[in-house]
């Protein structure tokens, strides 16, 4: 079984920074790609940015794109999505997922986060 923490959501203003964290534990993390999804009320979940763990390639929405970066530590089995630039279309529920079969797609992860709130005032 597979468990994934995330932290570091809150309230920030338009244009500033928060940077979320994604800690997992259990059987063959170290194998699993990472992605972040967030969803906003009355809206669909979405991708947000992935990482495939075995090579360190790394997948943005256009939306984040130069915006939001991702980067791990491999010791901790960890991953850290830096949010710059925040907009208030980036309110959302954050959630980080794990899985083997691809990047992108919500309905390739296997493991999903509880999710931490991201919220960004006008």
């Known amino acids: 079984q597979v468990q994934l923490v995330e932290s570091g959501g809150g309230l920030v203003q338009t244009g500033g920074s928060l940077r979320l964290s994604c800690a997992a534990s259990g059987r063959s993390v170290s194998t699993l790609n990472r992605g972040w999804f967030r969803q906003a009320p009355g809206k669909e979940r979405e991708f947000v940015a992935a990482?495939?763990?075995?090579?360190?390639?790394?997948n943005y929405a256009d939306s984040v794109q130069g915006r939001f970066t991702l980067s791990r530590d491999n010791a901790q089995n960890t991953v850290y999505l830096q949010m710059n630039g925040l907009k208030p279309e980036d309110t959302a529920v954050y959630y980080c997922?794990?899985?083997?079969?691809?990047?992108?797609?919500?309905?390739?992860?296997?493991?999903w986060g509880q999710g931490t709130q991201v919220t960004v005032s006008s």
């Open positions: 990482i495939r763990w075995r090579d360190g390639f790394r």
């Open positions: 997922a794990a899985g083997l079969r691809g990047l992108v797609s919500s309905s390739l992860y296997d493991y």
